[in-house]
């Protein structure tokens, strides 16, 4: 693959330049508010997100150097395969990141939870690694099973609490952006959840609709990283919005 | 590619579905907030409103009480300063005259001490402290028991409308042990726990079940009072081991 079709692709150019506009309110955002997690840890996901996406486009690039960690990893059948890059950057890092993100919006019973989950998972991975259930290189169903699961009911758990507890109760959920972050995120995981159990029966025989729905996941994906960048902006853009309550 | 593999059509179908569905879910939880956020202001406007006619009710106690006062000392006691002020000025002695005057000043000072009690203004000058010290003094120069106030820690900052219901309270836990109990010794203490503050009355009369009272309308009334305050009642007592009675107020 070239340079030009690694990275200068539209999903590549756009989560660019939401990176770009993310650095730049980040930087504008005031000195309190950089150091509150409610705001850093946003960015954190968004720049990390960006950061694997370009990781996964250049070694698609550089095919040398992928399959030389290939081969490192145990895997010289397939040395083109960039899979590793998405399962250590997206499924294991990206759920820890996502799952410490809604740590922070629930309350504390619902916070026990996530821990319990978040060492769970982390124990998961170690065990299907070093067991060879799952490699690393290739496709791994049972953790990104787990790592989804928990995400959707991490993020379930937030819209429970937000029904049912007085923290919220004073704040209108269409200014909070933990709520929109929260709803992304759902959506996100329980189409990917679903279409990861459908896909293969989905290519097989409705290849359009596989296309279709790979490309809904993109958008996806695309539409959570600008509502991170709105966190990040919506204080610069004097634009109403509420602020994340602080005795959750 | 032709035009039925055009992923074109299922992208727009699905992508229609995937937002139709987003969207129920986030109208749905909106809705669901907005009902909510409803019920809890009656809940609020419930609560606010109770407040509101258990103030009502105490101040018209107080009144009632207050005129009760007022009758007793304009018959006992004035109507005899003025009475004896008659006969004073009715004499031709001049020392008499004297004394009529005196009487006179006397009724003066008694007047304007009951003008004070008329209205509720009284609340707010004085500290619980001292108000607990005159119900305490009261029932000692009757003669009726000994009393104690212990002050550990003052309390203050009280809002007119709780000192207001917290005087009622004490009142009538008092009434309660003196019509009741039939205590030698009433001793109140008010001190903090764990920054709230504390008032703990404690006599050694009779006592009485604790379980029996439960039914009855006096102690769930004085533990509603308390609780439109923000406060907590408590109370402990056994047959012929006096009784504990502690009001928690709030921080």
Same mark, same amino acid.
């Given at each position: 693959?070239?340079?030009?079709?690694?990275?200068?692709?539209?999903?590549?150019?756009?989560?660019?330049?939401?990176?770009?506009?993310?650095?730049?309110?980040?930087?504008?955002?005031?000195?309190?508010?950089?150091?509150?997690?409610?705001?850093?840890?946003?960015?954190?996901?968004?720049?990390?997100?960006?950061?694997?996406?370009?990781?996964?486009?250049?070694?698609?690039?550089?095919?040398?150097?992928?399959?030389?960690?290939?081969?490192?990893?145990?895997?010289?059948?397939? +040395?083109?395969?960039?899979?590793?890059?998405?399962?250590?950057?997206?499924?294991?890092?990206?759920?820890?990141?996502?799952?410490?993100?809604?740590?922070?919006?629930?309350?504390?019973?619902?916070?026990?939870?996530?821990?319990?989950?978040?060492?769970?998972?982390?124990? #998961?991975?170690? /065990?299907?690694?070093?067991? $060879?259930?799952?490699?690393?290189?290739?496709?791994? +169903?049972?953790?990104?099973?787990?790592?989804?699961? /928990?995400?959707?009911?991490?993020?379930?758990?937030?819209?429970?609490?937000?029904?049912?507890?007085?923290?919220?109760?004073?704040?209108?959920?269409?200014?909070?952006?933990?709520?929109?972050?929260?709803?992304?995120?759902?959506?996100?995981?329980?189409?990917?959840?679903?279409?990861?159990?459908?896909?293969?029966?989905?290519?097989?025989?409705?290849?359009?609709?596989?296309? &279709?729905?790979?490309?809904?996941?993109?958008?996806?994906?695309?539409?959570?990283?600008?509502?991170?960048?709105?966190?990040?902006?919506? &204080?610069?853009?004097?634009?109403?919005?509420?602020?994340? +309550?602080?005795?959750? | 590619?032709?035009? #039925?593999?055009? +992923?074109?059509?299922?992208?727009?179908?699905?992508?229609?579905?995937?937002?139709?569905?987003?969207?129920? /879910?986030?109208?749905?939880?909106?809705?669901? @907030?907005?009902?909510?956020?409803?019920?809890?202001?009656?809940?609020?406007?419930?609560?606010? &409103?109770?407040?509101?006619?258990?103030?009502?009710?105490?101040?018209?106690?107080?009144?009632?009480?207050?005129?009760? @006062?007022?009758?007793?000392?304009?018959?006992?006691?004035?109507?005899?300063?003025?009475?004896?002020?008659?006969?004073? /000025?009715?004499?031709?002695?001049?020392?008499? @005259?004297?004394?009529?005057?005196?009487?006179? &000043?006397?009724?003066?000072?008694?007047?304007? $001490?009951?003008?004070?009690?008329?209205?509720?203004?009284?609340?707010?000058?004085?500290?619980?402290?001292?108000?607990?010290?005159?119900?305490?003094?009261?029932?000692?120069?009757?003669?009726?028991?000994?009393?104690?106030?212990?002050?550990? #820690?003052?309390?203050?900052?009280?809002?007119?409308?709780?000192?207001?219901?917290?005087?009622?309270?004490?009142?009538?836990?008092?009434?309660?042990?003196?019509?009741?109990?039939?205590?030698?010794?009433?001793?109140?203490?008010?001190?903090?726990?764990?920054?709230?503050?504390?008032?703990?009355?404690?006599?050694?009369?009779?006592?009485?079940?604790?379980?029996?009272?439960?039914?009855?309308?006096?102690?769930?009334?004085?533990?509603?009072?308390?609780?439109?305050?923000?406060?907590?009642?408590?109370?402990?007592?056994?047959?012929?081991?006096?009784?504990?009675?502690?009001?928690?107020?709030?921080?």
């Amino acid at each position: 693959m070239s340079f030009s079709d690694a990275f200068l692709n539209w999903y590549n150019i756009v989560i660019d330049i939401i990176l770009v506009l993310g650095i730049i309110s980040f930087i504008k955002l005031p000195k309190n508010e950089r150091a509150n997690s409610h705001y850093w840890l946003p960015f954190l996901i968004l720049v990390f997100t960006v950061f694997y996406e370009s990781t996964g486009s250049f070694f698609l690039f550089s095919r040398e150097l992928n399959a030389e960690i290939n081969a490192f990893l145990g895997n010289t059948e397939h +040395p083109k395969y960039t899979l590793w890059v998405y399962n250590i950057f997206n499924i294991y890092i990206l759920t820890f990141l996502y799952l410490f993100l809604i740590r922070l919006y629930v309350t504390n019973r619902n916070r026990k939870i996530i821990n319990g989950m978040m060492v769970f998972f982390f124990v #998961a991975i170690l /065990f299907l690694n070093y067991s $060879g259930v799952e490699k690393v290189y290739d496709s791994q +169903p049972i953790i990104f099973f787990i790592g989804a699961s /928990f995400l959707i009911i991490a993020s379930g758990s937030y819209f429970i609490m937000f029904i049912t507890d007085d923290v919220y109760m004073d704040i209108n959920p269409l200014r909070l952006f933990s709520f929109w972050q929260m709803t992304f995120i759902l959506f996100n995981y329980a189409t990917v959840f679903l279409f990861s159990i459908s896909s293969k029966y989905l290519w097989q025989n409705y290849y359009s609709l596989y296309t &279709s729905l790979t490309k809904i996941n993109i958008i996806l994906a695309i539409i959570t990283l600008i509502i991170f960048l709105m966190t990040l902006a919506v &204080s610069s853009l004097n634009w109403k919005y509420e602020k994340q +309550p602080t005795n959750v | 590619m032709s035009e #039925a593999e055009s +992923p074109i059509i299922p992208l727009i179908f699905a992508g229609i579905f995937l937002a139709a569905i987003m969207c129920t /879910f986030v109208i749905s939880m909106v809705l669901l @907030h907005r009902q909510r956020q409803v019920q809890n202001r009656q809940k609020l406007d419930q609560v606010k &409103s109770e407040y509101e006619k258990t103030l009502l009710n105490i101040e018209n106690e107080i009144q009632q009480e207050t005129l009760t @006062h007022v009758g007793r000392e304009l018959h006992d006691n004035i109507g005899q300063l003025l009475s004896l002020a008659k006969l004073n /000025f009715g004499s031709i002695k001049p020392e008499k @005259h004297l004394a009529g005057r005196e009487l006179l &000043s006397q009724i003066i000072q008694e007047v304007r $001490g009951l003008s004070k009690t008329l209205n509720l203004d009284w609340v707010e000058s004085i500290t619980l402290e001292e108000f607990l010290k005159q119900q305490l003094d009261k029932i000692k120069s009757t003669g009726f028991c000994e009393t104690q106030l212990l002050v550990e #820690a003052p309390i203050e900052n009280l809002k007119k409308d709780e000192k207001l219901v917290l005087i009622r309270v004490i009142q009538e836990i008092l009434n309660n042990a003196i019509k009741h109990a039939y205590p030698d010794r009433i001793v109140i203490k008010t001190l903090n726990s764990g920054a709230k503050p504390l008032i703990i009355i404690e006599d050694n009369g009779k006592g009485f079940d604790t379980n029996q009272q439960s039914s009855g309308s006096g102690m769930t009334n004085l533990a509603k009072r308390m609780a439109t305050i923000g406060g907590e009642f408590y109370i402990k007592s056994e047959l012929g081991k006096g009784t504990l009675t502690k009001l928690t107020l709030p921080k």
